[in-house]
């Protein structure tokens, strides 16, 4: 696992949603590490929003984002637990084509290693809609910096090795 350094870097332009009952835009650290993170990497944040638990709410941005050409991934941060109000892969569930198993597995993993058996309360997961990558991760600071650090800072980087989400986008809609 390495970053060729002989590939171009390509931008990839993401949308941010933070799905909190208790969180304000202002209050959001978490997802000001994200953005941060995504700057940083170079990539462009075309949008950052804060929903409350609504599956209904949630479903619906997730689908004008997805039917926004310029996005091409949207991480949501939040809502991912076992409560009552925890909605958000229910609503990440109505929308994509393909889901992405092995993200919410490895997200798990690499949180085992932190939390131990506490990970087993997340449920980070992942899936495409035409042609867009959704991700979900918990909404806790340490939870976006694995989910980051970890997995989808080498995984969106077009010059990672053996392989990336990144150099797909093109062909997700192949029919």
């Known amino acids: 696992m390495t970053i060729d350094p002989t590939k171009e870097f390509r931008p990839l332009r993401l949308a941010l949603l933070t799905v909190s009952d208790t969180r304000t835009l202002a209050e959001d650290v978490s997802g000001d590490i994200l953005e ?18 609504d ?5 619906a941005k997730l689908r004008s984002w997805i039917d926004e050409p ?11 637990g076992l ?11 109505a929308v994509w084509e ?6 919410g597995e490895l997200f798990r ?5 932190k939390i131990g058996t506490s990970t087993i309360q997340s ?18 600071r340490n939870a976006v910096k694995d989910a980051w650090d970890e997995i989808l800072v080498l995984q969106l980087d077009s010059r990672h090795r053996p392989c990336n989400f990144a150099e797909l986008i ?6």
Not at 83 to 93: F, Q, S, Y
Not at 109 to 113: E, G, K
Not at 170 to 175: A, G, N, T, V, Y
């Open 36 to 53: 941060a993170r995504i700057r940083e990497a170079g990539h462009e944040l075309i949008a950052r929003e804060l929903l409350r638990d």
């Open 55 to 59: 599956a209904k709410q949630i479903e």
């Open 70 to 80: 310029t996005v091409e991934v949207v991480i949501v941060t939040g809502g991912t």
């Open 83 to 93: 409560t009552g109000r925890d909605v958000t892969p229910e609503a990440m569930k």
């Open 98 to 103: 393909k889901e992405i198993p092995g993200f």
């Open 109 to 113: 993993w690499i949180s085992f290693s």
């Open 123 to 140: 449920r980070a997961c992942a899936g495409v809609a035409k042609g867009t990558y959704l991700f979900a991760v918990p909404g806790s």
């Open 170 to 175: 093109p062909r997700l809609q192949e029919r």
